[in-house]
């Protein structure tokens, strides 16, 4: 259990560093994430900056993720329970390009004028305050890949085993404080788990502060 996510941040920065893991940038998956982003970019001394992706739900049952697109179009798809729903080709290329253009907004929204980090030939950790299924997650990993991170870390405070078996054939490393079998939602694990605002999200991208109030 963890106290907030500052506390959160708090424990897998000490993992990463029992680890000795090296990186040069560290993107946070908004908005939950830059709480946790900014304990480990202050860490270890390196840029925070973003990265956004959207769920792709499933008609009548949005909740039901049939697949995740990140803001420059990267998409993942989960095949197996599209072919079960029998979803149309015309429905899903709908809702990729309306999620792909909200994970968008979100980042110009949070980054304002300031230019995207250089990610070719870096190392890139991502970080959240956790994961479930881990499909916005896996976009995200995969947008980072494609603009030619050498190597991508995910590091996270709790997911459960089967969804971190899943993200280890996406990124290069999974790092993760804790990985109960008994898994229901991420807010479970926090003491204190409030909605992160935007203005407050986009605080931790403007400033080194990593205290929650």
């Known amino acids: 259990m963890f106290k907030n996510r500052t506390d959160a941040g708090q424990k897998l920065a000490h993992i990463l560093d029992d680890h000795d893991t090296e990186a040069d940038i560290v993107l946070a998956i908004p ?50 329970l599209i072919d079960n729903l029998e979803l149309e ?10 999620q792909r253009q909200a994970a968008l907004d979100k980042v110009k ?42 190597r991508v870390i995910l590091a996270i405070p709790v997911a459960p085993p089967d969804t971190i078996e899943r993200l280890q054939s996406e990124a290069d490393e999974v790092i993760c404080v804790e990985s109960p079998p008994h898994f229901g939602a991420v807010g479970q694990f926090y003491e204190s788990f409030e909605q992160v605002s935007d203005e407050r999200a986009k605080a931790y991208l403007d400033r080194t502060e990593d205290q929650e109030r």
């Open 89 to 98: 080709d015309t429905y899903l290329e709908d809702q990729i390009e309306h």
């Open 109 to 150: 929204r949070y980054r304002g004028d300031r230019p995207p980090l250089e990610y070719s030939g870096k190392t890139v950790l991502i970080v959240d305050d956790g994961v479930a299924t881990g499909a916005t997650t896996i976009a995200c990993i995969r947008q980072i890949k494609n603009a030619g991170a050498e």
């Open 31 to 80: 908005r939950g994430g830059l709480p946790i982003g900014r304990v480990v970019a202050n860490s270890l001394q390196i840029p925070l900056d973003i990265v956004s992706a959207r769920k792709i739900g499933a008609p009548r049952n949005p909740e039901l993720a049939v697949g995740a697109v990140a803001s420059d179009g990267t998409v993942w798809l989960n095949e197996s």
